[in-house]
């Protein structure tokens, strides 16, 4: 039981590396990473967006700010395709956007760049008064935070 949990998470640690290359690579195209995405359905789940946080906030530490910009740069294009993403269920998909719009704010500060936190904000703002899961008042209380 143990290893098909780990071959699972393995799958989806694969699933998510590639997801962000193939972001990185089309600069976002749907075109790209909609195919990818539809043909790997089955692993957007919760698992994927806490895996997107522990991935990005474990590279985000080893890295130089400019490439810590690039990186959430990337999970930003990430997160509004996934966002917008026709197929699987709406509601784990906008968790995952959330989960990137989150991580892109760890490196998108107000201070040190003011437009991409704008941004940035603005999108979580969005996904939150979109999201499904959770209550609705709280919901729109986060999208306002």
Do not use: C, H
């Amino acid at each position: 039981m143990m290893g098909g949990n780990r071959n699972k998470s393995d799958a989806q640690l694969d699933f998510i590396l590639e997801v962000l290359q193939a972001t990185r690579d089309s600069n976002g195209d749907a075109q790209v990473v909609y195919p990818l995405l539809a043909d790997n359905t089955d692993k957007i789940n919760p698992r994927l967006a806490e895996l997107l946080r522990v991935v990005a906030t474990s590279k985000l530490t080893e890295v130089e700010a400019d490439e810590a910009e690039y990186i959430v740069a990337v999970i930003g294009n990430f997160s509004n395709l996934i966002k917008q993403f026709p197929l699987g269920e709406k509601a784990k998909n906008i968790e995952i956007a959330i989960t990137g719009y989150e991580v892109a704010l760890t490196v998108f500060t107000r201070e040190a760049f003011p437009y991409q936190w704008s941004t940035a904000q603005n999108n979580l703002g969005l996904a939150y008064s979109d999201r499904i899961e959770g209550e609705k008042a709280q919901n729109i209380e986060n999208a306002f935070a």
